[in-house]
Structures are given as structure tokens and as C-alpha cells.
């Protein structure tokens, strides 16, 4: 290859890196948005995010603002009613918290591991670091499925 196609290549490629880096939820080197990401950043304290509620073939995915980078720590209050679905926390790619499959025994068609009754709440501790913004990730595994979650902030 000539070298000034193999110079375009690489100048493509960067473009695309710093793109997915400069606009999250832009991550695919085509400009598209990256399937893992589910919507705008929303503040805390809102229930009911635009796309709660429901069943998603694949884990839907809620970034929270949290008003300031770790460390410090949120509450998330959460209600799989009674099929069981999963409430994960995510701060910089990586996993902080789950409430693991809630949901009754009686509605558990999947047999999943059950950690507990539908509702409830969870401390998350957010590590030190430079986002101020957390990820609620939620699987569901039920097209009956009704669930609802609040992060609630530091003040």
C-alpha cells in the first residue's frame, strides 16, 4: 500500500477513536451509536427515565449524572415488581454494584438466582476517579416485565 493511503487509514482511524471518545454513546468508528448506549445523560433523582419500565432484548442502559466524580455515593431505589430483572451500577466501564435478579419465586419463569424480593434499595459506593456520571444497567428477561428505579445523589 502507498504510504499515503496507510497515513489516510491511520487518520481515519483516529478520527473515529477521538469521536467515541469526544461523544459518548458515539463509540462505533462509523460514526453510529454504540448499541450499549440506551440515552442522554439525566440527573439524579428522576424516576421513570425515558425508557423504564419494561422489557428490552438486550439490557437497557441509564447514565446518571451525579453532580461530581468519586468518590461518594448514591442510593438506588429500585422495583422489579414481580418478574425478576437486574439493576447494575457502572462507573467508568466498570461494574460497582448489583442488586442481582429480584423479582417472587412465582414469577420466575427463567429460574434465575433470586437475591431478594422485587423492591428495595442498595448504598453504592462510587470509587475515586473523573467522571461524575454512573450507568444503570437493566435486564430484564420477561416481555411482561414492569420495573422502575431512582438514583438518588450525594447533595
Not at 108 to 132: T, Y
Request: aromatic share 6%.
Amino acid at each position: 500500500m502507498p504510504s499515503r493511503t496507510v497515513r489516510a487509514l491511520c487518520a481515519t482511524a483516529l478520527s473515529a477513536a477521538a469521536l467515541a471518545l469526544a461523544a459518548p454513546g458515539l463509540a462505533q468508528a462509523d460514526g453510529t451509536q454504540d448499541p450499549a448506549y440506551s440515552g442522554p445523560v439525566t440527573p439524579c433523582d428522576v424516576e421513570n427515565t425515558p425508557r423504564s419500565g419494561g422489557f428490552a432484548a438486550e439490557p437497557q442502559t441509564f447514565p446518571k449524572s451525579i453532580g461530581r466524580t468519586g468518590p461518594t455515593s448514591l442510593v438506588l431505589n429500585f422495583d422489579a415488581e414481580d418478574e425478576p430483572d437486574k439493576f447494575d451500577v457502572i462507573y467508568e466501564n466498570k461494574l460497582i454494584a448489583t442488586t442481582g435478579w429480584r423479582g417472587s419465586e412465582s414469577a420466575n419463569k427463567f429460574n434465575r438466582p433470586l437475591s431478594g424480593l422485587g423492591s428495595g434499595s442498595i448504598r453504592v459506593a462510587v470509587p475515586r476517579g473523573s467522571s461524575s456520571v454512573v450507568t444503570v444497567r437493566v435486564s430484564t428477561d420477561s416481555e411482561s416485565t414492569v420495573w422502575h428505579f431512582t438514583a438518588q445523589c450525594p447533595n
